[in-house]
Structure formats: C-alpha cells, structure tokens
C-alpha cells in the first residue's frame, strides 16, 4: 500500500511537460502546475500570436500571465525527494492512446507486453511474471497484446469461446457446440487455427512471389524510365544543337538578302536623283523661256515679229522620262515568302519526333494571350466568398463570407472535417477552374495569399496543412514590421524573396489548364510579383491565413 501511495505521489507532482518531478513549481491560472522552465518555454513558443494556452487543458490567457514559484508545492516536492522515490519508469513504457495498457496497473498504467486467452487480461512485464513464476498458470495461452479479448468471450454462455463451428463459419463455446451447434460439423478452434494456418502459408508464399514478380517489373520499369530520361535529354541536347545550326544559317542568308537589297537601292536612289536633277535643269530653263514670251506678248508689232522666231525656239530634248512601278523589291518579297513557306512545310511535315501532345498543348496554352493590363484581367474576374465549413475556429467571417478577421477568441462553429483546427487558414468556397482573377485587400501586419487543392490537409500544426508548406499549396506572404515591408513566395516548404511596390491589395491570375499562376501587388499600375508555371492535377480553392489579432483579409467586389 505504501509503494501505491509513495507512485501515485510521484505522478501528482509530476510536470507534464517535461515528465520529471517538479522544478521551481508554478501554478497558472487554470489550476495546472508546471516546471517554471518548460511552461516559460511553452508560452515562448506562442509569443508571435499573442495568446498563451494551458499545454493540459488548452484554456487560453492574455496577457501573458506572471509566473511566481508555489512555495508550498515547492516544499512537498522537497520532501518526497527526502522520502526516497524509486525512480520512474521511462516515459515511453507508459500505456498512449494507441497502445494496451496494463489492466492491472493503478494509476498511470504502463504498456501491456502479453495478453492472456485464458484470464482475458493484459499484463505489463512486472504483472506478467505470476505467469511465468506459477505453474497455476501453465496452461494459460500468452499471445501479443490486444484490446479484443473479450470477442474470444461467448456472449450467450461467458465461456471462452474454444471451439470453431465450419457450418457456420463462426467461432463459438462449448456449450454452443452440445447446444444450437449440435448437428454442425465443429472442431476445436486449434485443431481449425491449423488447418487456416496451413493456407495462411500458402497464401503468404503466393503474395511472397507476387511481390518478387511486382518488384522485377518496378526495376524493369525503372530502367525504362531511365532509358526515357536518357533518351529525352539527349534529343533536347541535339534538337538545341541543330535548331541553333538552323538559326544561324537563317541569319546569314537574312544579312546576305538585307545587303543585297541596300545596295541596289543605293543604285537605284543614285539614278533616280540624277534624273531628278536633269529635270530640274530643264524645269528651270522652261520658266526662263515662258517669261521671255511673256514678255514679247507686250511688245509692240514690230519688235514682236522681229523677236518670236528666236525667242520660240525650244531648246533641249523634250522626250518622257520612264517611271517605273512604284513596288522595286517585290520579287524579293515573294522569294523570302516562297523560303519561308516551304521551310514551314518542312518544319510540319519532317520534324516527326515532336510529340503532337505538345504541339497541342502549345496551340491550346498560345490560343489566347495571358491578360497584360488590368482592364483584361477584369474580364477573368470571379467573385468569391469564404467557406465557412474551413474557417478556424478563430477567424470571424462577415461581409457576405468575403471577409476574415482573425479574434483572440474562438468563434461558435460546429466541428466539421473540412475546417483548419490549428493553422488560421480559410479557403474559399468556390473552386477554380480555367481563367480565373480576383484580389485580396488586407491591412496590417501580415497576410498569407494563397491557391491550394481541395484535399490539403486540415488537421494539426504541420507542413501537411500549412499553405505554401507543401506540394498541395502555393503561397505569397505580405509582411509589414517597423515601417518596413517584404513579399516572400512559398511552395513545398521552399521559399523565395521577392520584391515590387507596396501594396495592400494583391492580386492572383490563374489559369488552370494552362497551369499559369501569378501574384500581382495592384496599386494605380499592377506590377508582377511572382509567375509559377506548373501542373494543376486536382481541383484548386482560393485561400486566406492571418497572423495577428484583428487583421483582416477580403476578397474584392470587381464588378
């Protein structure tokens, strides 16, 4: 009794964080105790959220409470020291939610180690050993530990149930076998649990040799990818080498047309300004004779008759002069065309080892233009709201479920599986698909806009449900700090700086089939943040995280 006693005492005074006896004990305000170092540490942890919770109970506390040592608990912990405890099992031989636990032991139970068909009780190493120690339970069958042991009990009779009735295909007890299973054909659940064994063994040889077949056909499958890898670089490398080949051929026979035709249009431009200047002579000297004539014409008719003959002599060759079509060069025109044509023939008819599912997705992807101003990106743009069923518990929706704002305390919602239970995260209600475009005004300290598919994790702190932590989420971070601002890009756990103008309105272009996203900061000009090119294989929603008390994100009316 004492031995109970002086245990039970270890674990009251225990810390449950660090799971040793208490140090420099302290008491928050919720009635749980800790070492005043793992509770400083704890609360340490939660400093950026401004909000402290109990690690036992997770009530939550702001401010941050004043921690000062419990002298009384202090002295009783002293004494137990003085009182000679035996030292505690290690922390992992204690019973988790997953585990046996000991049916025997009191207090915090440790791991069971065997189960007894026989007792149907789960025994940890020290309560096990009457098992071993007395031949009171020789007969006693042992087996690994287990919570169904009271399904090998008869619930009709409360006998174990020792016998395996083939009629029925069901285990059974004694009594069922002289009572309701008279006429079956039964046995011993042993003398079956032998026979199952034998085609258990068969079974297990038949996975065994399947698993050798699968695992041939994974090396056969990874040398064929390996082959395809090799075989891709390879004809990109010699592809690059004969496109570049073709493009400096192209060059050349481009500068060589390009001096051909300068220099006949220097010959050309030569001659016809020499002909320009011929006339200009002969325009001169026709204005000269029209003035002589005109001015005999009032002369009297003496000096009229003397003078015509000489003066209405024309002088010089009157002859036209050709002037050629106004287009010199058309003929070079329609030969580069004529090149050009027949390369692209070439070019769609010969180069055969492009794979037309890249051709097609190339014209798909090239169809329309990705939008340059924001009037186009106004024509992609789709109104969203906030899905309520995803919020955390901590971020209050309003404005038509457009809006978030992140509250010290939790907001009434019932427990839903799609809902975020630790990251302040929410998606949108509405998935996107093709050409979508809308835009985030926040305020504040920080803001996490992000696009993720649907099945990204909800559940607990970790890079699984967190945006941008992972392959399921891409994510820009805003952040305002003492005057100072920066942009980061994450995806995958892997970050990126970025830079552009402050803005608190941002912007996201995505185009799903095309598998085109980008972040824009959108102020009086839209000014491109980051550009992913990627795959989008599963269906994709909007998303919001805040960081601090009262800061707030919405998705903007456009139209």
């Keep these: 009794m004492e031995a109970k006693r002086v245990k039970l005492d270890r674990e009251t ?112 190493d020290e309560h096990l050993q009457p098992h071993y120690e007395s031949s009171a339970f020789k007969k006693h069958k042992l087996v690994e530990p287990s919570k169904k042991l009271q399904e090998n009990i008869c619930s009709q009779h409360d006998e174990v149930m020792k016998m395996f009735c083939r009629t029925d295909q069901q285990s059974i007890c004694y009594l069922c076998s002289v009572d309701q299973h008279k006429d079956h054909d039964t046995v011993s659940a042993a003398a079956e649990r032998t026979e199952r064994q034998k085609e258990l063994e068969v079974s297990r040889l038949n996975i065994q040799q399947r698993i050798q077949e699968r695992q041939k056909d994974v090396k056969l499958l990874q040398q064929e990818l390996e082959a395809i890898n090799h075989s891709a670089d390879k004809t990109v490398e010699d592809s690059e080498k004969m496109f570049t080949e073709l493009i400096r051929l192209m060059e050349k026979r481009s500068s060589e047309v390009k001096q051909q035709v300068r220099s006949q249009q220097e010959t050309e431009v030569r001659r016809v300004k020499e002909l320009q200047e011929k006339l200009q002579q002969e325009i001169t000297e026709l204005k000269r004779k029209e003035a002589e004539l005109k001015k005999l014409s009032h002369t009297d008719h003496a000096q009229f008759l003397q003078n015509f003959p000489s003066v209405s002599q024309l002088s010089g060759s009157t002859s036209s002069i050709n002037i050629r079509r106004l287009c010199y060069f058309e003929d070079v025109t329609a030969a580069v065309s004529e090149v050009r044509d027949k390369l692209q023939d070439v070019l769609r008819e010969k180069l055969t080892n492009i794979s037309l599912t890249v051709i097609e997705f190339d014209l798909r992807s090239n169809s329309q233009p990705e939008p340059r101003t924001r009037a186009e990106f106004l024509k992609y743009s789709r109104e969203l709201t906030l899905d309520p069923n995803t919020a955390n518990k ?73 945006f941008g932590l992972n392959d399921k989420s891409w994510a820009v971070k805003c952040k305002t700090q003492n005057n100072l601002w920066n942009y980061r890009f994450s995806h995958n756990n892997v970050q990126t700086a970025l830079s552009g103008p402050w803005s608190f309105r941002i912007g996201v272009y995505l185009d799903q089939s095309a598998g085109v996203l980008s972040f824009y900061s959108v102020s009086e000009t839209m000014k491109l943040l980051h550009r992913v090119q990627t795959t989008f294989t599963q269906p994709l929603c909007a998303g919001l995280q805040l960081h601090y008390i009262n800061d707030t994100a919405e998705f903007c009316k456009l139209k």
């Design 13 to 124: 005074f225990s810390c449950s964080i660090c799971l040793d006896l208490l140090k420099d004990p302290v008491t928050i305000p919720c009635g749980h105790s800790y070492c005043m170092n793992c509770v400083k540490s704890h609360w340490d942890g939660e400093a950026e959220k401004e909000i402290y919770s109990c690690p036992q109970c997770r009530k939550t506390f702001t401010p941050r409470p004043v921690l000062v040592k419990n002298t009384m608990l202090a002295d009783l912990v002293e004494e137990l020291k003085k009182s000679g405890l035996p030292a505690a099992p290690a922390d992992h031989c204690y019973a988790g939610p997953d585990d046996v636990a000991c049916d025997v032991c009191s207090g915090r139970k440790l791991k069971a180690t065997k189960s007894c068909l026989i007792c149907l009780v789960s025994y940890c």
């Design 394 to 466: 901590r971020m209050l929706l309003s404005a038509g479920n457009r809006k978030a704002t992140l509250r010290r305390l939790e907001q009434i919602y019932p427990d839903h599986p799609h809902r975020f239970t630790d990251w302040t995260q929410v998606l949108s209600r509405e998935s996107l698909t093709g050409r979508c475009y809308w835009e985030v005004e926040w305020g504040r300290k920080e803001l996490d806009v992000a696009v993720s598919y649907k099945n990204i994790s909800r559940a607990k702190i970790s890079e699984a449900s967190g």
